[in-house]
């Protein structure tokens, strides 16, 4: 029987349980976007590189690669563990598999990451490498490169009593106001991070070290008050607006997935990204470079969203 | 002189952002560069961009002169702009 999720202002229809959801109660009249667990469907022949990660020192593979097909516009991801994702033109079907020594939580962690980020993508979604948290009504999203500390600050404002938005995808409404749409309801924090923040948390998949947090988040888009990009770290926090073209190629820079767009997808991230930047202030944080001292930056970040 | 073939632009407050599609690269340029460049894609020559720009900013005529060339050459440079 097929499983219904709401995530990203998508409603999802799967033939497994998908770790880190939770099921709808109903059954909704037609879904977004239908997820099949545990199928490769026959890749086309002409599938061409467009986007190569990072490789790995010791077997020289990259850790994933996107292919386009130009006949079908048939996409896939796949990483270097072996699990495959295909995608149907516009983002309507993903179909995954994955290799014995990998888990559905491990696919659940790529799906609800880069691969669902990349279908609203090529839905015509703008979505940013953000994760997002309310105060006081209005979203603060907090974008940063790998690593800068997005779920971790997220997490801090969670302790302190903060709804946490959604973490890492941060699909945009671009109408006025701009709004982001929810996620699930997890953080994923290393285990580093959740020790010192919120003590001992489960793993998120038997093969990695990450933890997650449980969390509420209500499926409602949320007004977006301002985007922190988290931009490094020093001695002391400091934090500073930016305007103009530095904001809008800011922006552009943590746009999600926007290393594997196809011409007209760039055409439309430039359009909707200056136009976000022309209604959103953007501000770029490094933080103090000290877990002790996240409380102060959460006091910091928390003016940023306020209506001017 | 015209912005070359794949290279767009959008407006953010009153500077611009460009994208050279072909490379993938970004440029970004003040409210100045901005003015010089809207202009230049309405199909200005140089002299008349430098005439406008000395009606809009309270600027010499040498400083104006200066940073109109000294900006038209660096955006030929990259291939943002072309004859």
Not at chain 1, 47 to 57: F, I, K, R, S, T
Not at chain 2, 45 to 51: A, D, F, G, H, T
Request: glycine share 6%; proline share 6%; aromatic share 6%.
């Amino acid at each position: 029987m097929a499983l219904h999720y709401r995530v990203y202002g998508l409603t999802l229809e799967a033939n497994e349980p998908i770790d880190g959801l939770i099921p709808l109660s109903g059954t909704p009249a037609s879904p977004d976007l239908r997820i099949h667990y545990r199928v490769a469907p026959l890749r086309p022949d002409d599938l061409a590189v467009v986007h190569e990660g990072e490789l790995d020192p010791e077997s020289q593979t990259a850790n994933v690669i996107i292919r386009r097909s130009a006949s079908t516009r048939v996409c896939t991801i796949d990483y270097r563990d072996g699990t495959s994702f295909v995608i149907a033109p516009g983002g309507s079907e993903v179909w995954c598999d994955w290799p014995s020594t990998s888990t559905p939580e491990d696919t659940a962690t790529y799906l609800l990451g880069p691969v669902l980020a990349y279908v609203l993508r090529l839905r015509g979604t703008l979505a940013l490498h953000a994760s997002g948290i309310a105060i006081a009504d209005r979203a603060l999203l907090l974008a940063g490169a790998p690593r800068a500390g997005k779920s971790t600050t997220a997490a801090a404002f969670a302790k302190r009593g903060a709804e946490v938005i959604t973490d890492d995808v941060s699909p945009l409404i671009l109408e006025d106001p701009v709004r982001v749409l929810p996620g699930y309801p997890r953080l994923r924090l290393w285990s580093d991070s959740a020790e010192a923040l919120v003590g001992e948390l489960p793993r998120l998949t038997p093969n990695w070290e990450k933890r997650y947090l449980s969390v509420d988040v209500t499926d409602t888009p949320r007004e977006i008050g301002a985007v922190a990009v988290l931009a490094g770290r020093a001695a002391a926090t400091s934090i500073r607006q930016l305007y103009g073209h530095a904001a809008a190629i800011t922006l552009l820079r943590y746009a999600s997935m926007t290393h594997a767009l196809d011409e007209s997808m760039r055409a439309r991230e430039f359009a909707q990204v200056t136009k976000l930047a022309n209604r959103i202030p953007v501000f770029e944080v490094v933080a103090a470079d000290a877990l002790d001292r996240v409380d102060a930056l959460c006091d910091a970040l928390s003016a940023l969203s306020s209506p001017a | 002189m015209k912005p070359a073939a794949g290279v767009v632009f959008k407006s953010v407050g009153d500077e611009l952002v460009l994208l050279d599609y072909d490379r993938g690269i970004y440029y970004g340029l003040d409210a100045v560069g901005a003015r010089l460049w809207e202009l230049i894609a309405a199909g200005e020559p140089l002299p008349s961009v430098i005439e406008t720009l000395l009606g809009e900013y309270d600027v010499s005529r040498e400083e104006v002169t200066n940073d109109a060339q000294r900006l038209v050459g660096e955006l030929r440079e990259r291939g943002l702009l072309v004859d």
